[in-house]
């Protein structure tokens, strides 16, 4: 049974630093895709940032240059550290793990921007 674990969210200022962590168990992170998604009130829900297996990263545009998605495979965690933080970037994140069409997902955790 595959469990995506999210941990790291809160309240933060604008300019302020989150790291988000997602721990695996069922499913190994450096032989799939590992990705945060997020979801406002009222949005659809969208890519923030994807690893590939063999460490290749993609970004959204609104997120380039703020935000840094990264592995340990030791640990089997992904993370997500984010840097210079907006009001726009509040939202739900969701962690994910695998590859098309077999994609699992995390239950989410809260990132409020906000003075």
């Known amino acids: 049974q595959v469990q995506l674990v999210e941990s790291g969210g809160g309240l933060v200022q604008p300019g302020g630093s989150l790291r988000l962590s997602c721990a695996a168990s069922?499913?190994?992170?450096?032989?799939?895709?590992g990705g945060w998604y997020r979801q406002a009130p009222g949005k659809e829900r969208e890519s923030v940032a994807t690893?590939?297996?063999?460490?290749?990263?993609t970004y959204a545009d609104s997120v380039k240059g703020r935000f840094t998605i990264s592995r340990d495979n030791a640990k089997n965690t992904v993370y997500l550290q984010m840097n210079s933080m907006r009001p726009e970037d509040t939202a739900v994140y969701y962690c994910?793990?695998?590859?098309?069409?077999?994609?699992?997902w995390g239950q989410g955790t809260q990132v409020t921007v906000s003075s």
């Open positions: 994910t793990a695998g590859v098309v069409p077999h994609i699992y």
């Open positions: 690893i590939a297996s063999g460490g290749t990263t």
């Open positions: 069922g499913i190994i992170f450096r032989f799939n895709v």
